[in-house]
T-cell receptor
Framework: KAGVTQTPRYLIKTRGQQVTLSCSPISGHRSVSWYQQTPGQGLQFLFEYFSETQRNKGNFPGRFSGRQFSNSRSEMNVSTLELGDSALYLC?????????????FGPGTRLTVL | AQSVTQLGSHVSVSEGALVLLRCNYSSSVPPYLFWYVQYPNQGLQLLLKYTSAATLVKGINGFEAEFKKSETSFHLTKPSAHMSDAAEYFCAVSGGSNYKLTFGKGTLLTVNP
């Protein structure tokens, strides 16, 4: 069974640009969550999607958005990039609910904002 | 709202010694509790999960955790550390009708030969 895949693995952008990250969950998993990981703030929850609907949202500005497609694949978008957005972005999938079921994490996308 | 506190951002042990990583939580409802591990340059992997079935939970790689409601704790232990246990460990809690998951800031475990 293929694991969670994230593309791209590495990304370099400049301030003010926007970026789209992609996540393909494990087959059969309907919940997809996104996290931002930085040395200073640790692992912070961005949002969770289930059946194409955002079910939970973390405390991030509106520049961070996401969506889920009918095949459960998900994308997250960050607009007007800031230096502080440099981080490892992790995607995780679970059968139904991130806070109840085991989550399977992808390797992450390393975003660097210059 | 729930929260998680991991005491000690960095723990160092000798190979063969006891590993004890501390996690305290706050939750207004019976929680789900998790321990995840992140090896260098990898995503997170579930070690174990508490779901109220038993207070002592056994996980992978010889790790276990005990749920203590009176202390609101869910500490992770392993009797004998291995070099391969060197990684970052995250405690997480969820609860309530929306099962929103909150992670602790993580504890980096170093194992010395």
């Amino acid at each position: 069974k293929a694991g969670v895949t994230q593309t791209p693995r590495y990304l370099i952008k400049t301030r003010g640009q926007q970026v789209t990250l992609s996540c393909s969950p494990i087959s059969g998993h309907r919940s997809v969550s996104w996290y931002q990981q930085t040395p200073g703030q640790g692992l912070q929850f961005l949002f969770e999607y289930f059946s194409e609907t955002q079910r939970n949202k973390g405390n991030f500005p509106g520049r961070f958005s996401g969506r889920q497609f009918s095949n459960s694949r998900s994308e997250m978008n960050v607009s007007t990039l800031e230096l502080g957005d440099s981080a490892l972005y992790l995607c995780a999938s679970s059968l139904e609910r991130a806070g109840r079921d085991e989550q399977f994490f992808g390797p992450g996308t390393r975003l660097t904002v210059l | 709202a729930q929260s998680v506190t991991q005491l000690g951002s960095h723990v160092s042990v000798s190979e063969g010694a006891l590993v004890l990583l501390r996690c305290n939580y706050s939750s207004s409802v019976p929680p789900y509790l998790f321990w995840y591990v992140q090896y260098p340059n990898q995503g997170l992997q579930l070690l174990l999960k508490y779901t109220s079935a038993a207070t002592l939970v056994k996980g992978i790689n010889g790790f276990e955790a005990e749920f203590k409601k009176s202390e609101t704790s869910f500490h992770l232990t392993k009797p004998s550390a291995h070099m391969s246990d060197a990684a970052e460990y995250f405690c997480a809690v969820s609860g309530g009708s929306n099962y929103k998951l909150t992670f602790g800031k993580g504890t980096l475990l170093t194992v010395n030969p």
